[in-house]
């Protein structure tokens, strides 16, 4: 257990408390939660330099490191649709996460059977883009609340056209997530076939 897989854990934690405390409708429960969420973003890409850095690249690693990302993304997405955010859409939220189930079904399986599927250049751009739409949604959010507080917000960030932003972002992440399962799925068609054989 290096110091690149514990952040990895650590993701891992950091995920449910951060759901707990985003769903929790609170002005300051919601600035926590998204330091939470960032904290938990800033392991992602610290425990990937640290493990190429020292070369301490290990099969829990490639395995845990993308399930820890669709851990937070997954509960993150959840999270907007259980407070009807009307610009998060939820059929394109559904298409997200089941493909992050799907991957993660077929690491698993692959894992059991002594194989491990590293994460793909595109797939880790997927991620990136992810990480964007939940810290920019979390910050549009905030920035709302601070204006309906009566405090200082800066306007842009809580004006609606945000909201459109927020939704092209969402129609790329859902488009790169199929492109990316589809790519999985093919990828790793002889395996997939012998497994379910």
Excluded at 7 to 31: G, K, Q
Excluded at 51 to 68: E, N, V, Y
Excluded at 111 to 118: D, K, Q, T
Excluded at 147 to 176: K, N
């Amino acid at each position: 257990m290096n110091l690149p897989n514990k952040l990895t854990v650590t993701r891992i934690f950091l995920s449910p408390v951060f759901m707990a405390l985003f769903l929790y409708d609170n002005f300051y429960s919601r600035w926590v939660a998204f330091i939470v969420f960032v904290i938990a973003s800033l392991t992602d890409a610290y425990d990937g330099y640290l493990a190429r850095k020292t070369g301490i690249i290990t099969s829990f690693g490639k395995f845990m490191d993308p399930l820890a990302d669709k851990l937070l993304i997954s509960m993150a997405l959840l999270s907007f649709l259980a407070i009807g955010l009307q610009y998060i859409v939820g059929w394109m939220v559904v298409v997200i996460v089941g493909r992050e189930f799907l991957i993660t079904g077929l690491r698993t399986v692959a894992a059991y059977r002594g194989l491990v599927i590293p994460s793909s250049g595109a797939a880790k751009w997927k991620t990136a883009f992810q990480m964007v739409l939940v810290i920019l949604t979390q910050i549009h959010i905030l920035a709302q609340m601070t204006e309906g507080r009566g405090g200082t917000a800066i306007p842009v960030l809580a004006d609606p056209w945000i909201e459109t932003l927020i939704l092209g972002i969402l129609i790329i992440t859902m488009i790169q997530s199929l492109a990316t399962g589809l790519y999985y799925l093919l990828a790793h068609r002889e395996f997939i076939k012998r497994a379910l054989s």
